[in-house]
């Protein structure tokens, strides 16, 4: 979408030239609706700072090697800064939806809703994931102690799969659904943003659901350049767009004119 606006970063609202301020009803607390846009970018960039330095690195000990949970020196400290950092991420998850409702609602509220649940579950599922972790630290420790070898082994495998299946069904799912798809449809027809980078996000979704179904089936490997290549432009649209590109140019000034102006 052109317009001119759009590289200005400020709201206008109708021709008075004054700035359009989103009102709550319950207070009468105004909100500049290009704070919010900023503050939505920031917790995107967070949302990636926090969440794959874990995968990266932090969780590799656990995540990589089956006999972590026996081992006699371990990288507990590591692997507790990984969730750490996952327990921020949740924050910025939810701080994403949270900053994002009182604009979305005006464009649809069912969809703004949803999106706000999407993320609020993705979260449930990445605590889970957390705690799988925690408790193979936690048990590992015991091993210390004189557990039984055998059956800490299998019981971290298992905590292993589950911090497996809580990403492939959080972010890897609910996640997309919210951000990908709700998020980029409210974002695509209201034009907030220029609808060629909404189209990211409504493309994006769908190549990760298909991923992770090829995963979950046994069809492409977990982690593999198939489902690489189908993460592209999901983290395009979150990274550049709700992220970077909210941050320096904010909303579109017209389409927030435009919100303004229908009846609530």
Known sequence: MASCLLWRGISRCRCSGSR???TSSRKGVQINPQTLARVTGVLFVITFATSIPPFVYHYAPVLDDPRYIVGGGGADNRVL?????????????????LVLWPVL?????????GYVTARVVECVFIAVGILSVLTVVTLRQEAAAGADAGTLLTTGQSLVALKDWTFLLGPGFFGVVGTGLMLGYLMYTSRLVPRPLALLGLIGGPLIIASGVGVMFGVIEAGGGWQLIATIPEALWELFVLGIWLIVRGFNPSALSRLEDEPQ
Request: proline share 0%.
């Open 20 to 22: 359009l301020l989103l």
């Open 81 to 97: 800064t990984g969730a750490f950092l996952e327990l921020l991420l949740i924050i910025s998850n939810i701080g994403t939806a």
């Open 105 to 113: 609602k005006r464009v649809n509220e069912i969809l703004a809703l």
